[in-house]
C-alpha cells in the first residue's frame, strides 16, 4: 500500500496556493484528507500536543488515513536525561494510536549525529522506549550508510527513511532502501545554497522539482513499494505549496 502526503499541513502561505481564500484554519485538514492519504506531522518536533488535539485530527479525516509523527527534539538533538520526553510522547499518541490511524514515527536525527558505537547504542535504547511502535530513522550523515548499519536496521526491524536532497558533501544521496516493513520517503527539496546559509528556516525548502528530478524516483519508489507493506512517501519542499505540487506530479507518474 502507498501513501502519498506532505510533510506537515498547515502553513499560512498555502492559503490562496492551495486552501481556498476565506477556508478557516479549522477546515484546513479535512480539506487536505479530500486529496491525500497521509500526512507527516512535524510539530511534534518542537511540541507535544495535547491528545484532545491528536484526538481531533483522527476525527477530521476519513478510514485508511494514517499520521506521521516526528519525534520530538529532545528524544533526537538533545539525548540526555529525556526518558520522561519518550513516555509523553507515547501517552499523546494515544488517540491516533486508538483510531487506528498511527503509520510510524519518524527520527530525524541531525547531521551531528555521526556514526559511533555511543550513538549506535542509543538507537537501541530508542526503539527500546517506544516499544512495540513502528519507528523509521533518517540519518542526515552519509557515514551511517554501511552496510552492517543496513542489516541491523533490518534485524531490529527499524525502518530507514530514503531521501532526496542537495547533493553536498557527507549528506545523504538518493538511495532506496526498505529495512523493515516500512518503506519511507522525504523529498526535501535540493536547494544547495540555503541548505547550510540560511536567515528563516523555510529558505532550505524552498524548491520546486522538475518532472525529470522526480523521474529519477519512480523505479526507487516502485522497488521499495514491492518490498514494504506500507511505503509513504512525502514532500518536505512546503515553502508556498510546492510539497503539494510534487506530490501530484508524483501521484500521476506512478499511476
Given at each position: 500500500?502507498?501513501?502519498?502526503?506532505t510533510s506537515?499541513?498547515?502553513?499560512?502561505?498555502?492559503?490562496?496556493?492551495?486552501?481556498p481564500?476565506?477556508?478557516?484554519?479549522?477546515?484546513?485538514?479535512t480539506?487536505?484528507?479530500?486529496?491525500?492519504?497521509?500526512?507527516?506531522?512535524?510539530?511534534?518536533?518542537?511540541?507535544?500536543p495535547?491528545?484532545?488535539?491528536?484526538?481531533?485530527?483522527?476525527?477530521?479525516?476519513?478510514?485508511g488515513?494514517?499520521?506521521?509523527?516526528?519525534?520530538?527534539?529532545e528524544?533526537?538533538?538533545?539525548?540526555?536525561?529525556?526518558?520522561?520526553?519518550?513516555?509523553?510522547?507515547?501517552?499523546?499518541l494515544?488517540?491516533?494510536?486508538?483510531?487506528g490511524?498511527?503509520?510510524?514515527?519518524?527520527?530525524?536525527?541531525?547531521?551531528?549525529?555521526?556514526?559511533?558505537?555511543?550513538?549506535?547504542?542509543?538507537l537501541?535504547?530508542f526503539?527500546?522506549?517506544?516499544?512495540?511502535?513502528?519507528?523509521?530513522?533518517?540519518?542526515?550523515?552519509?557515514?551511517?550508510?554501511?552496510?552492517?548499519?543496513?542489516?541491523?536496521?533490518?534485524?531490529?526491524e527499524?525502518?530507514?527513511?530514503?531521501?532526496?536532497?542537495?547533493?553536498?558533501?557527507n549528506?545523504?544521496?538518493?538511495?532506496?532502501?526498505?529495512?523493515?516493513?516500512?518503506?519511507?520517503?522525504?523529498?526535501?527539496?535540493?536547494?544547495?545554497?540555503?541548505?547550510?546559509?540560511?536567515?528563516?528556516?523555510?529558505?532550505?525548502?524552498d524548491?520546486?522539482?522538475?518532472?525529470?528530478?522526480?523521474?529519477?524516483?519512480?523505479p526507487?519508489?516502485?522497488?521499495l513499494d514491492?518490498?514494504?507493506?506500507?511505503t509513504?512517501?512525502?514532500?518536505?519542499?512546503?515553502w508556498?505549496?510546492?510539497?503539494?505540487?510534487?506530490?501530484?506530479?508524483?501521484?500521476?507518474?506512478?499511476?
Amino acid at each position: 500500500m502507498m501513501y502519498l502526503g506532505t510533510s506537515g499541513f498547515s502553513y499560512e502561505d498555502w492559503v490562496g496556493n492551495f486552501y481556498p481564500m476565506g477556508m478557516p484554519k479549522a477546515e484546513w485538514l479535512t480539506y487536505y484528507a479530500g486529496e491525500f492519504n497521509t500526512c507527516e506531522v512535524n510539530s511534534t518536533f518542537y511540541a507535544l500536543p495535547k491528545p484532545s488535539n491528536l484526538k481531533a485530527m483522527a476525527a477530521k479525516t476519513g478510514d485508511g488515513f494514517l499520521f506521521c509523527f516526528k519525534a520530538n527534539q529532545e528524544m533526537t538533538h538533545q539525548r540526555d536525561d529525556n526518558a520522561h520526553v519518550f513516555e509523553a510522547f507515547c501517552q499523546v499518541l494515544q488517540p491516533i494510536i486508538t483510531a487506528g490511524k498511527l503509520g510510524c514515527i519518524l527520527a530525524q536525527f541531525p547531521y551531528s549525529f555521526g556514526f559511533n558505537r555511543r550513538n549506535w547504542e542509543y538507537l537501541s535504547l530508542f526503539k527500546e522506549r517506544l516499544g512495540e511502535l513502528p519507528l523509521v530513522v533518517e540519518f542526515r550523515n552519509a557515514r551511517w550508510l554501511r552496510s552492517e548499519v543496513f542489516d541491523w536496521l533490518r534485524h531490529q526491524e527499524l525502518g530507514f527513511c530514503c531521501v532526496d536532497e542537495p547533493r553536498l558533501p557527507n549528506l545523504l544521496p538518493p538511495l532506496a532502501e526498505a529495512t523493515s516493513k516500512i518503506g519511507y520517503v522525504r523529498f526535501h527539496g535540493r536547494n544547495s545554497a540555503k541548505w547550510w546559509q540560511h536567515e528563516q528556516a523555510y529558505e532550505r525548502y524552498d524548491y520546486s522539482y522538475t518532472p525529470q528530478e522526480l523521474s529519477e524516483w519512480l523505479p526507487k519508489i516502485q522497488k521499495l513499494d514491492s518490498i514494504a507493506e506500507k511505503t509513504f512517501i512525502f514532500a518536505n519542499n512546503h515553502w508556498r505549496g510546492q510539497a503539494v505540487s510534487t506530490i501530484r506530479q508524483l501521484r500521476v507518474m506512478l499511476d
